[in-house]
């Protein structure tokens, strides 16, 4: 294995700035719910991207219901294999309508947000890195260079995308209903930026976390950062296998910083350890029910 693939995976093309006013639209539509295409969703502070938004079986007949909202990094891979990462999705929507026709999740929309080429200084905690450079985070199983942006990205994602959402589909648009998941790299900008604004997310899903970029520094910025426990709620899980392998002595400090933040395991914070899982698409689709059940439950 090499596991740098899994950092710095997804190598994008070159994008287009557009406005926002000017997004297209395409759509699919299957028994599962149907997922709207947003090609080159553009942004006046980081890279246009696609962005792909599924609503769920029944939105179109329910013109009063409004719906959380669950933004996703790595877009790309969490619906279909044809633009996956290695032809695997985690097939996000066939999950949600399973735990949907088992009554354990309500109905909600999914935002899957697509990575760049810029996907490490996108997804890197800007603030837990002196200096704000690339080059500098250690603990890192490839080389990269630039400027970290993620707060860019955030600020995309708070203040550009989830305005257009909220005003292009039917959302519950509070912080109870709003929530946000990526895995590895993805698993970090979630917890980064549930606790940057914590007054727009209320839950985070961080799958797989890749606590190792910059050798720990994220959980150093968590330690005094974390949003109030009283109405906020995490997942985070690690398997054992190929880069997973790494990341259980993180999480065991991460938990303690759970812990003397005030947050109750089982209640508003849940830690999984996947004996076997690795590091890719295929474990994370086996297992996506658990954080999706965890951030909607009933």
């Keep these: ?33 149907e997922v ?47 633009s996956a990462f290695g032809g695997v999705s985690w097939r996000v929507h066939d999950a949600m309508v399973r735990l949907l026709g088992e009554g354990r999740v ?19 905690p800007q603030k837990a890195v002196r200096g704000g450079k690339a080059d500098v985070v250690k603990g890192l199983t490839a080389p990269v260079s630039g400027e970290i942006i993620s707060d860019n990205y955030l600020r995309f994602l708070v203040t550009e995308l989830k305005p257009f959402i909220d005003s ?8 109870k209903n709003t929530f946000i998941m990526g895995s590895s790299m993805g698993g970090l ?4 930026a549930i606790s940057e604004y914590p007054k727009v997310f209320g839950g985070a899903g961080c799958v797989s976390t890749h606590w190792p970029a910059g050798e720990g520094l994220v959980i150093e910025y968590l330690k005094s950062h974390l949003p109030d426990a009283r109405n906020h709620k995490f997942y985070f ?52 029910d658990v954080p999706l059940t965890f951030l909607l439950e009933k």
Aim: aromatic share 12%; glycine share 10%; hydrophobic share 35%.
């Design 106 to 124: 309500r109905p909600a929309i999914i935002v899957g947000v697509w990575n760049t080429q810029k996907r490490f200084q996108e997804y890197m």
């Design 36 to 82: 709207k295409h947003h090609p080159q969703f553009g942004s006046k502070l980081i890279d246009a991207r696609n962005v792909d938004v599924w609503l769920p079986p029944g939105y179109d007949g329910n013109n009063g219901q409004r719906y959380p909202v669950l933004y996703m990094h790595d877009g790309q891979n969490i619906f279909d294999g044809k």
């Design 168 to 175: 292009n589909y039917r959302t519950l648009t509070d912080r």
């Design 1 to 33: 294995m090499n596991p740098g693939k899994y950092l710095l995976r997804f190598p994008g093309l070159c994008f287009l700035t557009l406005s926002l006013l000017t997004v297209s639209v395409s759509q699919s539509i299957t028994a599962g719910g």
């Design 237 to 288: 899980d690690f398997g054992t296998k190929t880069l997973d392998a790494l990341y259980e002595p993180y999480q065991k400090k991460m938990d303690e910083v759970m812990k003397k933040a005030g947050y109750t395991e089982g209640k508003n914070w849940m830690t999984r350890k996947f004996a076997g899982a690795e590091h890719s698409e295929k474990s994370w689709s086996e297992r996506v």
């Design 189 to 192: 900008i979630s917890a980064y």
